[in-house]
């Protein structure tokens, strides 16, 4: 593909793309002309995105914290309000922390905040889906990331007990009833078990909560995502499990992080 498309194919993209629904038929349209080698790919990829396969998929890359993440098809694709996540980690992450990026998908948090962190981070990231870990093995080689797989705490190596600094865990929060409500871009293409959060979407978070003191160093903190509905009673999870939480919300990217500190 020439590095300056003609007006016409990028005037032809953005129409199909349009007429498929997608509503930033531009921005697509340009990461597409971008991502593809020749015509011929350029075409099979417009075609899966206007057949609604994820943007992040067919392209097999998001832009997330000013980094390009891989994000192979069915792994969770890094939504950019998570970003509000990763900037309120960095901001309590001092040089040789210990990370652990738990159910981290593609491991884009992981890789976020390693990126902006002076000095390095001993950094662990674990997921239960096998493409999840391949992806995120991948994406955090750069940073020296070591990813496990398996069941939240039970993929981690022991001797991280009592020593995690930051805990960032993007548990799924979405309530069961309400993930046929979700864009069919997620609820068809992407792991089932990195969206359902059970019946009122906290189920994951209580057993995260409930382990994260053993895990966390004195001081060290667990860091997650919610929505602001659900804010009240994951601020409660957090502090029945001997932790100090607190909320705060980024209004731009409407995203709540909550920062649950165990006590020294």
Request: aromatic fraction near 4%; include cysteine.
């Given at each position: 593909?020439?590095?300056?498309?003609?007006?016409?194919?990028?005037?032809s993209?953005?129409s199909?793309?349009?007429?498929a629904?997608?509503?930033?038929?531009?921005d697509?349209?340009?990461?597409?002309?971008?991502?593809a080698?020749?015509?011929?790919?350029?075409?099979?990829?417009?075609?899966?995105?206007?057949?609604?396969?994820?943007?992040e998929?067919?392209?097999?890359?998001?832009?997330?914290?000013?980094?390009?993440?891989?994000?192979?098809?069915?792994v969770?694709?890094?939504r950019?309000?998570?970003?509000?996540?990763v900037?309120?980690?960095?901001?309590?992450?001092?040089?040789?922390a210990?990370?652990?990026?738990l159910?981290?998908?593609?491991?884009a948090?992981?890789?976020?905040?390693a990126?902006?962190t002076?000095?390095?981070v001993?950094?662990?990231?674990?997921?239960?889906?096998?493409?999840?870990?391949?992806?995120?093995?991948?994406?955090?080689?750069?940073?020296?990331?070591?990813?496990h797989q398996?069941d939240?705490?039970?993929?981690?190596?022991?001797?991280?007990?009592?020593?995690v600094?930051?805990?960032?865990?993007?548990?799924?929060?979405?309530?069961t009833a309400?993930?046929g409500?979700?864009p069919?871009?997620?609820?068809?293409?992407?792991?089932?078990?990195?969206?359902?959060?059970g019946?009122?979407?906290?189920?994951?978070l209580?057993?995260v909560?409930?382990d994260?003191?053993?895990?966390?160093?004195?001081?060290?903190?667990l860091?997650?995502?919610?929505?602001?509905r659900?804010?009240?009673?994951?601020?409660?999870?957090?502090?029945?499990?001997?932790?100090?939480?607190?909320a705060?919300?980024?209004?731009?990217?409407?995203?709540?992080v909550?920062?649950?500190?165990?006590?020294?």
């Amino acid at each position: 593909m020439s590095v300056f498309p003609s007006a016409a194919l990028r005037s032809s993209v953005v129409s199909r793309l349009r007429t498929a629904g997608c509503v930033f038929a531009e921005d697509e349209a340009r990461i597409l002309l971008s991502a593809a080698a020749t015509p011929a790919e350029l075409a099979t990829m417009v075609r899966a995105r206007a057949e609604g396969r994820p943007l992040e998929h067919v392209v097999g890359w998001a832009e997330f914290a000013g980094l390009r993440i891989a994000v192979d098809p069915g792994v969770f694709v890094p939504r950019r309000r998570s970003e509000h996540l990763v900037a309120t980690a960095t901001a309590l992450t001092g040089p040789d922390a210990v990370v652990v990026d738990l159910c981290c998908g593609s491991g884009a948090l992981g890789a976020g905040l390693a990126a902006t962190t002076r000095g390095g981070v001993e950094l662990h990231a674990a997921d239960v889906d096998p493409a999840a870990v391949r992806c995120a093995r991948r994406n955090l080689a750069p940073y020296g990331g070591h990813v496990h797989q398996g069941d939240l705490f039970a993929a981690l190596p022991a001797g991280l007990r009592g020593r995690v600094d930051i805990l960032l865990a993007n548990v799924p929060y979405v309530p069961t009833a309400d993930i046929g409500l979700l864009p069919p871009e997620a609820r068809l293409h992407e792991a089932l078990p990195a969206l359902d959060g059970g019946a009122d979407g906290l189920d994951v978070l209580r057993r995260v909560a409930a382990d994260a003191p053993q895990w966390l160093a004195p001081g060290g903190s667990l860091l997650f995502e919610t929505s602001e509905r659900q804010t009240p009673a994951a601020l409660a999870i957090a502090r029945d499990a001997g932790l100090r939480a607190t909320a705060s919300h980024h209004e731009d990217l409407d995203a709540t992080v909550i920062t649950a500190t165990r006590r020294c």
